[in-house]
């Protein structure tokens, strides 16, 4: 069983940047898929940025450039870089995780970006 816990979720000024990490757990082998996703109220969850194994990762659109998802294996930690943020990417934040043919999911952090 798979244990995701995001973090760093906060409040930030447009321009400005913010480190979310996603502590991962439970799992024996190296995870399969690991992905950001985000979701506003009313919109389905959209997929933000994503890591399969390697240094293989993608991102969406409206991120590319901005946002980089990067992993610390000692700590078995995955983070998400984001940086010249905009009001549009005020969301709620989530860790997915598709590994041995199941998935899971974090808890979600919040992610506000005003003036």
């Known amino acids: 069983q798979v244990q995701l816990v995001e973090s760093g979720g906060d409040l930030v000024q447009p321009g400005g940047s913010l480190r979310l990490s996603c502590a991962v757990s439970?799992?024996?082998?190296?995870?399969?898929?690991i992905n950001w996703y985000r979701q506003t109220p009313g919109k389905q969850r959209e997929v933000v940025a994503t890591?399969?194994?390697?240094?293989?990762?993608t991102y969406a659109d409206s991120v590319t450039g901005r946002f980089t998802i990067s992993r610390d294996n000692a700590k078995n930690t995955v983070y998400l870089q984001m940086s010249s943020l905009r009001p549009e990417d005020t969301a709620v934040y989530y860790c997915?995780?598709?590994?041995?043919?199941?998935?899971?999911w974090g808890q979600g952090t919040q992610v506000t970006v005003s003036a």
């Open positions: 997915h995780a598709y590994h041995l043919l199941r998935h899971y």
């Open positions: 890591f399969t194994g390697g240094s293989s990762t």
């Open positions: 439970g799992n024996r082998f190296s995870i399969d898929v």
